[in-house]
Structures are given as structure tokens and as C-alpha cells.
């Protein structure tokens, strides 16, 4: 494998289920990010992991938890979620998001996420 | 926060036409300038991207522009083809290292 993968590629859940995004970079990089692409809006950055800790946290519902249990590695626990949840949720990555001019950011293909 | 508008919103070119897309951004502190590229179902790609202390770059068919002064840069293909069609996005990165995203601009290219 190589880049970033993610699994699963698509996903149904009821507002009761629980499910998890799992995210892998095979790149080496120290900083890995959680995105949401909903249509006709831009990204929104939910999380930033840097060397496995969480530096960023844009105001996301309780209902999405992340984990980063090392640099390699990032999950997205989902739990009673609302339909507006549905959405394509991006697993990107970068070397070092303080890299002085710029850090270019690899994303993964995604999960489509329906919540019925 | 960083605001990111991006222009057209869709772009329908004939083949071996150019196409060109506009991104305004509100940051002065921004120094960062990449360029997605997104096809169905796939995730964004890097295609090209451009620092502040660099006003132009051109990577064979695409090139950036940037004018730090007015905040504004822009995406320029030439010799489009049918491959090229796909949803671009332009985003920066501001003093706070977050990437902030335009809403993207679907450009079709008709053969």
C-alpha cells in the first residue's frame, strides 16, 4: 500500500449505531488530519493530530471522537450520529504542519458516510 | 477566520481551450497556496502549489499565479482535455497553519 488509505470506503449507519473510520498513511509524516466535504461546501477541518497528539479540535459534536494511537494510524469513532452527518469524510496527511512556507497535505480516497 | 472565495463555481471549456480559476483570500499572513484536484470518487490531489515570496509558477500545462498585494491568485490550464475534467479547489494556509478551502469550481471539458 501506498499514500493514504481508508477503510471502509462507504458506510450506512442508523443514528443508534456505533462505527469507526480507520485511516493509514504509509508516507512517514507526523501530522494527520480529519476533514468533512459535504456538498456544496468547503473542507471543514474537524481534527489535527501532530506526533500523535491533538492539536486541533474545530468545535466538532461530542459524537465524533478520534484517536491517534501513533503517527501511522488515525480513527474516527462515530456515535449517534444525525443525518446531517452524512458526508464524505477525508483522512489526510503531512510531513510537518509548522513546516516553515507551506506543508502540502496527501488526502485519502475517503469514506461516504449515509446516516439513516 | 481565513476566507476563501473561489470563482466560477462550475466551468465548461471546449478541448484545447484554456480555463481559468479565481481565488480570493482574506488572510495577509497567508504564505501557502496549493491547488487540488478531485475526481470522482477519489480524494483531493495535489497539482500545484505556490509561496508567497514566488509570484508565478508553471508546472507544463498549469500554472499559478499570485498577487500577495491585491490577495487574490488563480489557477491557469492550457491545451485542456477531457482528462482534466474534475472539481478544483484552491485553498491557504494562514498564520494559524490551517488549510482554508474555496467551495471548488467543477470545470468540464468537452471533447
Known amino acids: 500500500e501506498t499514500g493514504v488509505t481508508q477503510t471502509p470506503r462507504h458506510l450506512v449507519m442508523g443514528m443508534t449505531n456505533k462505527k469507526s473510520l480507520k485511516c493509514e498513511q504509509h508516507?512517514?509524516?507526523?501530522?494527520m488530519y480529519w476533514y468533512k466535504q459535504s456538498a456544496k461546501k468547503p473542507l471543514e477541518l474537524m481534527f489535527v493530530?501532530?506526533?500523535?497528539?491533538?492539536?486541533e479540535n474545530n468545535s466538532v459534536p461530542s459524537r465524533f471522537s478520534p484517536e491517534c494511537p501513533n503517527s501511522s494510524h488515525l480513527f474516527l469513532h462515530l456515535h449517534t450520529l444525525q443525518p446531517e452527518d452524512s458526508a464524505l469524510y477525508l483522512c489526510?496527511?503531512?510531513?510537518?504542519?509548522?513546516?516553515?512556507?507551506?506543508?502540502?497535505?496527501?488526502f485519502g480516497p475517503g469514506t461516504r458516510l449515509t446516516v439513516l | 477566520g481565513e476566507n476563501v472565495e473561489q470563482h466560477p463555481s462550475t466551468l465548461s471549456v471546449q478541448e484545447g481551450d484554456s480555463a481559468v480559476i479565481k481565488c480570493t483570500y482574506s488572510d495577509s499572513a497567508s504564505n501557502y497556496f496549493p491547488w487540488y484536484k478531485q475526481e470522482l470518487g477519489k480524494g483531493p490531489q495535489l497539482i500545484i502549489d505556490i509561496r508567497s515570496n514566488v509570484g508565478e509558477k508553471k508546472d507544463q500545462r498549469i500554472a499559478v499565479t499570485l498577487n500577495k498585494t491585491a490577495k487574490h491568485f488563480s489557477l491557469h490550464i492550457t491545451e485542456t482535455q477531457p482528462e482534466d475534467s474534475a472539481v478544483y479547489f484552491c485553498a491557504t494556509r494562514g498564520s494559524n497553519y490551517k488549510l482554508t478551502f474555496g467551495k471548488g469550481t467543477l470545470l468540464t471539458v468537452n471533447p
Open positions: 489526510a496527511s503531512s510531513q510537518d504542519r509548522f513546516r516553515e512556507g507551506g506543508d502540502e497535505q496527501f
Open positions: 493530530y501532530s506526533l500523535e497528539e491533538r492539536v
Open positions: 508516507l512517514g509524516h507526523n501530522a
